[in-house]
Every structure is written in structure tokens, then in C-alpha cells.
């Protein structure tokens, strides 16, 4: 039997992240990857608004224990996050050089990436502290605001960039112990989507992060009107007059990035928090 002259290859088709596990779309719908410099393409999977209800179901089982978790050890894992994905950073260089980055400003965005989770693991357990506070009050009490998590929340990564962009957006939302669920960049999805792999192997629980990838227009209107998602970040900067239009029907908060370079912030985290004030009777 001849050889074959060439070898067809197998193109890799990139899974949805829902809860600590890959799935494919319940809508069996795909995409293919752009791709640059003739190399061969991927492709992954289209998020329905089947996917999206099932992805806030799971990040909503999460809230409760990640929640939970006390500040320093919310930060022990993002941290540890940020160990495993040091020793990937050839491949996650290689989703973003396929997106037509160079191989010089691919490493530096990696690295970029890698600091800004260990920049919010450092702040897990020192910005209740910062934005906390005792307030006067003219009666015999303690009197204390602190900030507590929101809940689920959805989070729309920018086009670009595609890696630190994604992770600099919900790294403040995890900090503080919500749930995301989260559309990878429309332009260039594989980073995020590599970097699930990543993080399906830390300690992070499953439903803490959950990524999507998609046609935002399709998901928009269900993200928006979404009953259990409880504030939406966009960092993109598209349909922003649709979404904050939907916000109403549960008072969900709405917050937008986009036109922004800055990534790390601690006033990030203080979007998708909720400040508790509580009263404690003192003296006789």
C-alpha cells in the first residue's frame, strides 16, 4: 500500500468550561478560529443561551463554598492558578501568535497575565481592610460597612487583548468570592479557552469560572434579563444600550471597561461587591 504524500491533521475543536468540566455545545454548533501567517485553523464550540443558563446554574452552586473560603485561602488559589500557568507559558504564547500576535509581545502579555492574577491574589485578603470601615454614629453602637460578594456574575471579556484582557477582567470578581461566567473575546476565543485547560488542573473549584464562547448579539438579551446573574462587567464595549436595558428587570449592576489599558486596580473588585453595614448594641 503507497504512503499518502501528506497527512490531513486533526484540528483541535476547543469545548465550552462549565463547571470544572468540557462540554460540548447543546447546540452541536461550531466555529472555526481566524487564522494568520497560513497556519492551520481550530475551531471550538458556539455557546447557545442553553449554555449560558447552564453555566449560571453552575456558577451559582459555587457561590456558597467558594464564598465560604476564607480571603487568605481565596488567594492561596488564585495564586496557585498563576503557578500552573507558568510553566504553560509556551502554549498559551502559541494561542495568542496564532491570533497574529509576535512571538515577542505573545511573551509579554503571558507574563503581564500571570502578574495580574498573582496582583489579585495578593488582595484577597487585604481590600475588606482598605475599603471597610467603623463609622461614627450618634447613638451606643458599633457601627461597621464591609464589603461582601455579589454572586454570579457575567463578565464579557475585550477583543483584545485576548489573554490578559479575559483574565484581568474577572480576576476582581473571583477575588472577593463571586462566580463568573464569562464570553471569551469574539475576535480571538482560543486564549481563553486554553487557558480553561489550565485552570480545570489548579485548585479552583469547579463553577467558580465558567467561559463561554460565542456571538455576543445571540447572548446579549438573555444575559441582560438573566434573573440570577446579579452584575454584568463589559470590557468590550458593544451593546452596551441593550444590555444595560435589561438590567432592570432584577436591578442588576452594570459596569463598563472598555477604552481602558489599565488591568490591575483594587477598585476593580469594589464593582461586584456589596457594602453590608451592620449595628452592634454596646454599653448598658
Not at 173 to 194: D, E, M
Request: aromatic share 8%; net charge positive; charged share 20%.
Amino acid at each position: 500500500m503507497p504512503r499518502p504524500t501528506a497527512r490531513v491533521p486533526v484540528l483541535k475543536t476547543h469545548k465550552l468550561f462549565l463547571g470544572g468540566k468540557f462540554v460540548r455545545s447543546e447546540s452541536g454548533r461550531v466555529a472555526t478560529a481566524r487564522a494568520v501567517k497560513g497556519e492551520a485553523r481550530e475551531n471550538y464550540a458556539l455557546a447557545s443561551r442553553k449554555d449560558f443558563r447552564d453555566a449560571v446554574v453552575a456558577a451559582r452552586n459555587a457561590i456558597v463554598p467558594w464564598g465560604k473560603m476564607s480571603p487568605y485561602l481565596r488567594g492561596q488559589i488564585l495564586y496557585r492558578a498563576a503557578e500552573m500557568l507558568e510553566p504553560r507559558r509556551q502554549e498559551l504564547a502559541h494561542a495568542l501568535i496564532r491570533g497574529g500576535l509576535s512571538r515577542t509581545k505573545a511573551a509579554r502579555e503571558v507574563s503581564a497575565t500571570i502578574d495580574c492574577l498573582v496582583y489579585y491574589a495578593g488582595w484577597t485578603d487585604k481590600f475588606a481592610a482598605l475599603f471597610g470601615s467603623v463609622n461614627p454614629v450618634a447613638s451606643s453602637h458599633f457601627n461597621f460597612t464591609f464589603p461582601e460578594p455579589m454572586g454570579v456574575v457575567a463578565v464579557i471579556a475585550p477583543d483584545e487583548p485576548a489573554l490578559l484582557g479575559f483574565v484581568s477582567a474577572i480576576a476582581p470578581a473571583i477575588a472577593s468570592g463571586n462566580a463568573v461566567v464569562a464570553i471569551a473575546s469574539g475576535a480571538q476565543p482560543l486564549p481563553a479557552l486554553t487557558l480553561a485547560e489550565i485552570l480545570a488542573t489548579s485548585d479552583l473549584p469547579g463553577g467558580v469560572v465558567n467561559i463561554l464562547a460565542g456571538d455576543l448579539k445571540s447572548l446579549a438579551s438573555h444575559i441582560a434579563t438573566h434573573m440570577e446573574v446579579a452584575a454584568i462587567v463589559n470590557a468590550r464595549g458593544e451593546l452596551e444600550a441593550e444590555l444595560q436595558a435589561g438590567t432592570a428587570s432584577n436591578v442588576k449592576r452594570y459596569f463598563s471597561r472598555s477604552g481602558t489599558n489599565e488591568f490591575e486596580s483594587p477598585y476593580f473588585i469594589l464593582d461586584t461587591v456589596e457594602m453590608k453595614t451592620a449595628w452592634h448594641p454596646i454599653g448598658f
